[in-house]
């Protein structure tokens, strides 16, 4: 498994402002090869950050092999109330 991210189509950031023009709303970011950018459509201006991942990514049945999920399973008895114990 890779630590690189994969690459994201360019989608506007709502409310985000231009650092060089301060046009609001015209700060798209996307992310390529490793870097995440952030341009602007009205003035060009354009700014990358290296983006490192420092969190573990969330466990869920998907991301777990068929063996890890196996090993989660567990025997359960159940108990009829009629039946008398000693």
Same mark, same amino acid.
């Not at 700060?27 to 354009?46: L, N």
């Given at each position: +498994?890779?630590? *690189?991210?994969?690459?994201?189509?360019?989608?506007?950031?709502?409310? $985000?402002?231009?650092? =060089?023009?301060?046009? %609001?709303?015209?700060?798209?970011?996307?992310?390529?090869?490793? +870097?995440?950018? *952030?341009?602007?459509?009205?003035?060009?201006?354009?700014?990358?950050? $290296?983006?490192?991942? =420092?969190?573990?990514? %969330?466990?869920?049945?998907?991301?777990?092999?068929?063996?890890?999920?196996?090993?989660?399973?567990?025997?359960?008895?159940?108990?009829?109330?009629?039946?008398?114990?000693?």
């Amino acid at each position: +498994m890779t630590d *690189q991210l994969p690459d994201t189509p360019r989608r506007f950031v709502a409310g $985000a402002k231009c650092p =060089q023009c301060q046009a %609001l709303d015209k700060v798209r970011m996307y992310r390529k090869d490793g +870097m995440q950018y *952030q341009e602007c459509v009205s003035c060009g201006h354009r700014e990358s950050m $290296a983006y490192e991942r =420092q969190f573990r990514e %969330l466990e869920t049945r998907v991301n777990r092999t068929v063996e890890e999920r196996e090993q989660d399973v567990v025997v359960v008895k159940i108990l009829d109330p009629e039946y008398p114990t000693k």
